[in-house]
């Protein structure tokens, strides 16, 4: 199993930045990625990493102001928010892949952290 726990939420402004980390136990993991689910929405993925590799990929909405980054020695994803708007608050949630395929946007993840709350206000 992996466990996977995320720290860093909090509440900003419109254009001000959070950096969201995820520390990942268990299993080894090939891809993670990070998601966020917003009040009456369904959850997607907003950028992926591959574990080995470290090749990224994001959403079209947070592309040129977000970076997905790993550090394989700690065992952490982080998510680094820039330029936030409103409109990116929502819970997002680490995700982690243990099988092989692809490390895209779309891909299927089977592990999941409990959550952290971010809030952008306008």
């Known amino acids: 199993q992996v466990q996977l726990s995320e720290s860093g939420g909090g509440s900003v402004e419109a254009g001000g930045s959070l950096r969201l980390s995820c520390a990942a136990s268990g299993e080894a993991r090939r891809c993670m990625a990070w998601f966020r689910q917003a009040p009456g929405k369904e959850r997607e993925a907003v950028a992926t990493i591959t574990i080995a590799g470290g090749w990224t990929n994001y959403a079209d909405s947070v592309k040129g102001r977000w970076k997905i980054s790993r550090n394989n020695t700690d065992n952490t994803v982080d998510l680094q928010m820039n330029l936030l708007k409103p409109d990116d608050s929502g819970l997002y949630f680490c995700?982690?892949?243990?099988?092989?395929?692809?490390?895209?946007?779309?891909?299927?993840?089977?592990?999941w952290g409990q959550g952290t709350q971010v809030i952008v206000s306008s």
């Open positions: 995700a982690a892949k243990r099988t092989t395929g692809h490390c895209y946007i779309g891909a299927v993840f089977d592990a």
